[in-house]
């Protein structure tokens, strides 16, 4: 396939396969050996993994691997859904953005509108299409904030739902930020403990204890709660971390617990 340009009646336009292709178009295509192809419209092609270029003539599909980036035209319903959600009428935003996600797959604006949805879904408090939503963004290119995941986690810690919290977890360990994992690992030790298994939950809190020092905020809450789970286990380990949160957070909450038990 070859893509050339050329300038007709003070229009550029670009050639595939010998169609002629307006560059005034909104959708605008930019091939990987710097050709730009403009054209009415652009779709993609799931089946086959190609854009479908319109062109007089009929349509031409450019396969994924030969393209570097898309300008695609703002989908008027997009302003509308924005509005919605910040007057926060999230439930009206919803089907809004749905539409969009599900017509501009692989079109840019599935990742900006699934970006909206997945704020919806948590604002709405449903941890289940929030979850659907979040997979969705990070198919199509997207990323979700840290501190969404944490309010997701969050959900789901409130719903019980102890199985799909220590699996999504677990699935995002090892990445983020050392104050981020840190805090991943004592939802999952916290979960682990409301499931009744202490032996997974102290091995979490433990990870903490020796693996993130650094992490300040949740140093205290790690080490009173696996000095507690040490002593009922009878493991002398557990008077060391209590000394330990005594010494260094002598001023924080757990410190006032932890002297308390003592």
Request: hydrophobic content about 45%.
């Amino acid at each position: 396939m070859i893509v050339s340009k050329s300038l007709l009646a003070g229009v550029c336009v670009g050639v595939v396969g010998g169609l002629a292709l307006p560059v005034l178009a909104a959708n605008v295509i930019t091939l990987k050996n710097g050709r730009v192809i403009s054209a009415p419209t652009i779709e993609w092609r799931s089946s086959t993994g190609d854009y479908i270029v319109a062109a007089e003539g009929g349509a031409v599909p450019i396969p994924l691997a030969q393209v570097a980036r898309l300008n695609i035209e703002r989908p008027a319903e997009f302003d509308q859904a924005i509005g919605l959600v910040k007057s926060r009428l999230f439930r009206q935003a919803v089907p809004l953005l749905e539409g969009i996600v599900s017509k501009y797959k692989m079109l840019n604006w599935d990742v900006d509108a699934g970006k909206w949805l997945v704020q919806c879904y948590l604002e709405i408090n449903d941890p289940k299409k929030l979850a659907t939503a979040m997979d969705a963004l990070v198919a199509a290119g997207g990323t979700v904030p840290n501190n969404t995941l944490m309010m997701y986690w969050k959900m789901l810690q409130k719903a019980g739902d102890v199985k799909r919290l220590n699996r999504e977890i677990t699935r995002t360990l090892g990445t983020g930020s050392p104050d981020f994992v840190a805090t991943a690992y004592m939802m999952r030790g916290n979960a682990y403990l409301k499931d009744g298994d202490e032996a997974s939950a102290l091995a979490d809190f433990l990870k903490v204890v020796t693996l993130f020092k650094n992490e300040k905020a949740v140093q205290p809450e790690a080490l009173f709660t696996a000095a507690d789970l040490l002593d009922k286990a009878k493991d002398p380990r557990g008077a060391d971390l209590r000394k330990v949160l005594m010494q260094e957070y002598k001023n924080s909450e757990y410190a006032t617990k932890a002297a308390a038990v003592k």
